[in-house]
């Protein structure tokens, strides 16, 4: 399992992947919190907060994270390799956890250059250091959380096809129902307590939730279990071709 991991983190790396990812996110990102005029942008705003990062971090990982994993799968189905990994002795689990791990650990690299911002922030609050700890905190947990369910949803969608381009189009239509769906289909639902209901199965609803800084148990259970539905599905698909 772990020399799969090494090798899906050595692939995103060896191709330029990788190096997008990160690369795009963090120039987009700093574009508009440091350089470009704007509501999002810090300088602009008076107010030590990232509140504007994470507000564009969802939307720029709708996209970024479907790109990491749309080869995950459907590159070994399409060159055949995939029948070697059922030769390992590895289970369909393992197989799953280590490519949906090293989709994770591309995120992870991409949200540790943040942290600069962070500092920055940090040091121009009046007095020094004058930010919402708790909020920062909670809004990087929940933004991780987040990260994950989409890394989930992507090896998902990879697991279902050998096009890449079809894999990278079904997991942005999916991470974009979770994320923002269910609150469009809120909106036009009349009964208040429907409304909760459905709020409450997308993403942005707990995401906003931990961003408070108050890490409750609810959500830390939405993520978690919509996380595990999506990787038992994927193990479930390579089960499937086994029949």
Request: charged fraction near 10%.
């Amino acid at each position: 399992m772990w020399s799969l991991y090494k090798k899906e983190i050595a692939t995103f790396f060896s191709s330029l992947t990788g190096y997008l990812v990160i690369g795009v996110f963090l120039v987009i990102t700093g574009l508009f919190l440091w350089v470009i005029p704007g509501d999002m942008n810090i300088l602009f705003g008076g107010y030590a907060t990232l509140d504007s990062l994470f507000y564009m971090a969802p939307w720029l990982y709708l996209f970024l994270v479907p790109a990491v994993t749309m080869r995950l799968f459907a590159e070994e189905k399409r060159t055949g390799t995939i029948e070697l990994l059922y030769t390992r002795p590895l289970s369909e689990l393992q197989i799953v956890l280590s490519k949906y791990l090293a989709g994770v650990s591309l995120v992870v690299i991409s949200l540790l250059p943040t942290l600069i911002y962070f500092y920055s922030v940090y040091q121009l609050g009046t007095p020094t250091g004058n930010i919402d700890m708790g909020g920062t905190i909670g809004s990087y947990i929940g933004l991780f959380f987040l990260a994950a369910i989409y890394v989930g949803i992507g090896t998902f969608c990879s697991s279902l096809t050998d096009n890449q381009i079809v894999s990278f189009v079904l997991a942005v239509l999916l991470c974009f129902v979770f994320y923002y769906g269910f609150d469009a289909i809120a909106e036009i639902t009349s009964s208040n307590q429907l409304k909760s209901v459905i709020i409450n199965l997308g993403i942005d609803e707990h995401y906003q939730s931990i961003s408070r800084g108050v890490i409750d148990s609810r959500d830390l259970l939405y993520f978690l279990s919509t996380l595990t539905l999506f990787l038992y599905a994927t193990r479930l698909v390579l089960i499937s071709r086994k029949w």
